[in-house]
């Protein structure tokens, strides 16, 4: 397993993998269903029911074209819950990956299991960048700079979110702050 190290600032922060990369600034709808909360970049669940809809995220524009990048900070500032959803990517089908984290600071992909990384603690940084070429449907993830998981699927529509998501097997409460949110598009 991978332990986190620190993650570089936000300010030093460059697209990952090979451009040239375009800076975009989509649109994006907020998402706050059942005990949750969104305050600016700061997203809440509030209660500790393991049942519902419990969601406070950021779903961004559908895209179905060239490759994508995605990056942000996230810091986990209070967690008596586990198992919540940080990062999605979408497809026409559903979810296409979901990175979330438990109480004791794995990271790991929903769909599988896999661990991605541990220390993801109470007040830790942790950078997270996905990279998605609709033309291959290669997707890969990177926690801290370092490539964690990759997967392929087909084409269609596909978008991004993040937030704090309760999945099907967690509970909250939790509060999530990100940071240094980014897209770049190839």
């Known amino acids: 397993m991978l332990a986190l190290a ?4 936000p300010a030093s922060a460059a697209p990952l ?4 990369w375009t800076s975009y600034s989509p649109t994006f709808d907020l998402q706050q269903r059942g005990c949750g909360t969104a305050s600016g970049l700061t997203f809440r669940l509030t209660c500790s029911t393991a049942s519902g809809d419990q969601r406070a995220e950021r779903r961004y524009a559908t895209y179905s074209s060239g490759v994508r990048q995605f990056e942000g900070y996230f810091r986990i500032t209070s967690m008596p819950g586990s198992r919540i959803s940080l990062k999605q990517t979408f497809g026409p089908s559903g979810p296409f990956f ?5 109480r ?3 990271l790991y992909a929903v769909h599988g299991g896999t661990t991605l990384a541990t220390g993801a603690t109470v007040g830790t940084e942790v950078r997270v960048n996905t990279v998605h070429n609709t033309g291959n449907g290669a997707h890969r993830t990177y926690i801290n700079g370092s490539n964690r ?3 392929t699927g087909g084409g269609g529509g596909y978008y991004d979110k993040f937030g704090a998501y309760r999945t099907e097997s967690g509970a909250g409460p939790v509060d999530v702050t990100w940071s240094g949110i980014q897209f770049w598009r190839k």
């Open 6 to 9: 620190a993650a570089p600032s």
């Open 17 to 20: 993998e090979t451009g040239p």
């Open 98 to 102: 979901m990175l979330a984290v438990e």
């Open 104 to 106: 004791g600071g794995r």
């Open 149 to 151: 998981h990759s997967q």
